[in-house]
Nanobody, 120 residues
């Protein structure tokens, strides 16, 4: 199983970006999916999660600006980021709780990350 994140880049403060993450490989089902970020010199933090029933949670600092969504048919998760701020600058990682076969355990998988840089 691989998770491939894309969509990062350089954007001015107030701008928008949309991150995408595709899960591929032998996948029976996906439970929760999420986005995390790690800024330089800081620990990785949770940004947003979305459950299999589309319930969502956000870290307070992005509420009202970021929207997480998923496409179960395509095994993809998205993060729409609006009103970006310089403090949003970080490497963004996607994650997914994946069951590879009907009777296997659910395991966490991570993508390699995509860099988002917000200039002031």
């Amino acid at each position: 199983v691989q998770l491939q994140a894309s969509g990062g880049g350089l954007v001015q403060a107030g701008g928008s970006l949309r991150l995408s993450c595709a899960a591929s490989g032998s996948i029976f089902s996906i439970n929760g999916m999420g986005w995390y970020r790690q800024a330089p010199g800081k620990q990785r933090e949770l940004v947003a999660t979305i459950g299999s029933g589309d319930s969502t949670e956000y870290v307070d600092s992005v509420k009202g600006r970021f929207t997480i969504s998923r496409d179960n048919a395509k095994n993809m998760v998205y993060l729409q980021m609006n009103s970006l701020k310089p403090e949003d600058t970080a490497v963004y990682y996607c994650s997914a709780e994946i069951r590879r076969w009907r009777w296997s355990a659910v395991m966490d998988y991570w993508g390699k990350g995509t860099l988002v840089t917000v200039s002031s």
